[in-house]
């Protein structure tokens, strides 16, 4: 069932992404093509105050062409730990550092075309702790009932796919 | 809040992605850059049996390195209604045609860099009817009830954003 890599071919080398294709042989022993995003992954951050408030982003989002409601959530730098990641963006985002963070597992955003995981967490026990945000985000910080955020998913006003993820593994779990 | 797009650079046109990059003046005023993959939007469908099993298609990733299990998913051809996309994949990928498709709404996979918007869809009322795959396709389709798939999921078995999104939207609706 795998698919054996013949030949790659770097496109494109980005600040946030890489783009190759590759010449495959596919199980059947024929050759086809695949595109490929190469993304180093990121983590993205169920953060819960003590009433279960989630704290969500708002930020526009150009490949998107809006304004999106998303769970904070950021790119792994060289070599970053998941966890220290999760860490310093929720720091940066939302201006909170979580006592406690516990692993939701992780998805793959795309896994036809992009190597992008992400590294799901719930933070809790957050402190104010305001870290400097990158000079090209500009985001405003909500604050939403857990129940009322899957209402939101479940209206559409909240379509971001690792939110939707993230949210309704921690309701589950809560029984919200 | 918003971001204008003041140039945009076309770096590649592939078969299922193109790849641009943008010049965009940010909401300060200053000037960034965006790598933004265009991709043409999909559908993934969520196909209940009459005794609530979910079918998972399984196949080979190369972006993710791995086979993994996802709800069956295609790409939108140029011009094609998601609910006739619906209805083509789920008789390609499965070999069932849905007698009822209803919308679950949907979800941007990354909105950090791909456009990529997923419509979610309930298929139900299940018939035989195969549908020719593609050539670079190779799926094994199985069966497992929706409870399990829940199941999988907090145990990180089921590690794909739409399907996550998909299933835990459909456990929740049907009380699972």
């Known amino acids: 069932m795998e698919e054996t890599v013949l030949k790659s071919e770097a496109v494109f080398k980005g600040r946030v992404i890489n783009l190759s294709v590759l010449d495959v042989r596919l199980p059947d022993g024929t050759q086809s093509k695949r595109e490929l995003v190469e993304h180093p992954g990121a983590v993205a ?56 963070l516990e692993s939701l597992g992780g998805l793959f955003v795309a896994p036809g075309y992009t190597t992008e995981f992400i590294h799901l967490f719930l933070a809790t026990d957050l402190h104010e702790s305001r870290l400097q945000m990158d000079d090209d985000e500009f985001i405003e910080v909500e604050r939403v009932p857990l129940a009322e955020a899957v209402a939101m998913i479940e209206r559409g006003d909240l379509i971001d796919g690792k939110s939707i993820a993230g949210i309704m593994k921690v309701a589950r779990r809560l029984g919200i």
Chains 1, 2 share one sequence.
């Open 45 to 100: 951050m169920v953060a819960l105050d003590e009433s279960n408030n989630v704290l969500l982003v708002r930020q526009y989002r150009i490949a998107a062409s809006r304004i999106m409601l998303e769970i904070p959530a950021g790119t792994l730098h060289a070599n970053e730990p998941p966890l220290e990641c999760a860490e310093r963006e929720l720091q940066e985002e939302t201006g909170y550092r979580p006592g406690k």
